[in-house]
Structures are given as C-alpha cells and as structure tokens.
C-alpha cells in the first residue's frame, strides 16, 4: 500500500509540472488566395495539409488541417522543444510538393515550488 500512494504522489506531482504548447501560424499571402483547398476538382496547384514535426510534446509527424491556424500540443515535461511546420500541397502538374519549413522553439519552464525570497536583505551594526 505504501508503494501505491508513494507512485500516486509521484504521478500527480510530474503532472503538475507538465504543460502545452500552442503553436499558432498564419497562412502565407502568397499562396492563401491563390492555392485552394485540394479537391476531388481541384487537383493541380492546391493545399492538402500542413504537417508538424517536433521533440517532445510533438514526436514525430502530425498532419493538421489546412484550415487551422493553430495546434494545441499535449502535455510536456519542463524542457526546450523545436517543432518543424510545412505546407503539403500539388504543384501545377499534380504532383505532391512540399513547402519550405519553418522552425520554431518553445520553452517549457518548471513552476515555482515555493514563494521568491526577499529581496535587498542587509545586516546593519
């Protein structure tokens, strides 16, 4: 019984210390209004999806939706991650092409545990 409240303490402590990361984008000017959605129609010179690849919260790859313009991550340790993000796609002949990617880091700190110490602490004779 004691191992058991021992790991449950321990479980719910490492939770306490994890967050999210939400990474946001905008889409590009140069393609947003020129390259639509792929389609059963619309075949050549067309968005599919983005995909976002990371350490951490993000392993390996995710596809996301080519209408959203951001991902929540899932829980991640205190760390520093960096996610990967292009834009899936065909090009004018319909063939599948890939955008340039794009890097970005995100910084997980650890929350304070006890309260910050005074400050300006002097002894005078």
Do not use: E, R
């Not at 596809?63 to 996610?83: D, E, H, K, Q, R």
């Not at 899936?88 to 910050?116: E, H, M, R």
Request: proline share 12%; glycine share 4%.
């Amino acid at each position: 019984m004691k191992h058991f409240l021992w790991l449950l303490l321990l479980a719910a402590s490492t939770a306490f210390t994890q967050s999210s990361v939400t990474l946001t984008w905008q889409a590009n000017p140069a393609w947003a209004t020129s390259w639509p959605t792929c389609s059963a129609t619309v075949t050549k010179s067309c968005l599919i999806n983005y995909t976002l690849s990371g350490s951490g919260p993000v392993s390996g790859s995710v596809a996301v939706p080519i209408t959203a313009v951001n991902y929540v991550t899932p829980s991640a340790p205190p760390g520093t991650y960096l996610f990967t993000l292009v834009v899936n796609g065909k090009d004018q002949n319909g063939n599948p092409a890939t955008s340039t990617p794009v890097t970005a880091t995100a910084t997980i700190t650890a929350p304070a545990t006890a309260p910050p110490p005074p400050i300006n602490f002097k002894v005078t004779p």
